[in-house]
C-alpha cells in the first residue's frame, strides 16, 4: 500500500455519473441547501431521483437500475440549470413551471450542448487573468437536459413545424 494514501468504499464526491444519456422513470427530486467548505458559503443543489433506468449511453459501465442527477441551482442565464430548465420549458411549457409533473413519469435525459458562463483557460488549462481576476465567458459546454418526457411533444419543434406548414400554405403548396 501507499505510503500516506488510504483506499476507500465511499461514494464520489463529486457528484458526476457516468451517465450522459439514459431514460428513467423520476421518482422524486427535491432542493438542498449545501456548505462550500472551500469558499465558506452556502449554494442550493437540485437533486432528482430515477427508478428503472435503461442505459443508452456512459462513460463507464452502468449496471444500476436507478440514478441520481444533481444540478446545482441558480437564476442566472447560461448556467447549468438555466440549460436544464430551458429544456424543460420547451416540452412542459405549463404554468408555473412545476416539476411535480415530471414525477412518474418515463422520461429521457441527456448531456447536451449549451452555452455556459465558465473560467476562460489557457492551453494548458490554467486560468486566464484579466485585470487581477479570471476572466470569464460563455462558451460550449454540456449540462443536463430533458429530451423528453412520456404524454408531452417538444413545443420548440413543434413550433417550428406548424411554422414550415404555415409557410407552405402562404406558398400555395398543400398535399395533393
Not at 449554494?43 to 444540478?71: C, H, L, N, R
Not at 441527456?110 to 484579466?130: I, K, S, T, W
Request: proline fraction near 7%; glycine fraction near 6%; charged fraction near 25%.
Amino acid at each position: 500500500m501507499a505510503e500516506g494514501f488510504i483506499p476507500n468504499a465511499n461514494p464520489p464526491t463529486d457528484s458526476r455519473t457516468p451517465l450522459i444519456r439514459f431514460k428513467g422513470v423520476l421518482k422524486q427530486y427535491k432542493g438542498e441547501v449545501r456548505h462550500d467548505e472551500t469558499r465558506n458559503r452556502d449554494f442550493q443543489m437540485v437533486v432528482f431521483d430515477f427508478t428503472d433506468v435503461e442505459v443508452i449511453e456512459t462513460s463507464d459501465p452502468y449496471p444500476f437500475p436507478i440514478a441520481k442527477i444533481e444540478i446545482s441551482y441558480s437564476e442566472r442565464a447560461d448556467t447549468r440549470w438555466a440549460a436544464f430548465a430551458k429544456s424543460f420549458r420547451n416540452l412542459c411549457a405549463v404554468p408555473g413551471g412545476s416539476f411535480d409533473i415530471l414525477v412518474g413519469k418515463k422520461q429521457e435525459w441527456a448531456q447536451a450542448p449549451c452555452m455556459l458562463r465558465q473560467p476562460v483557460l489557457d492551453d494548458d488549462g490554467n486560468a486566464v487573468e484579466e485585470k487581477g481576476r479570471p476572466k470569464w465567458a460563455n462558451q460550449p459546454s454540456t449540462s443536463w437536459q430533458v429530451v423528453s418526457v412520456e404524454g408531452f411533444a417538444n413545443t420548440a419543434n413543434m413550433c417550428k413545424l406548424f411554422q414550415d406548414v404555415l409557410i407552405d400554405l402562404l406558398d400555395c403548396k398543400n398535399e395533393e
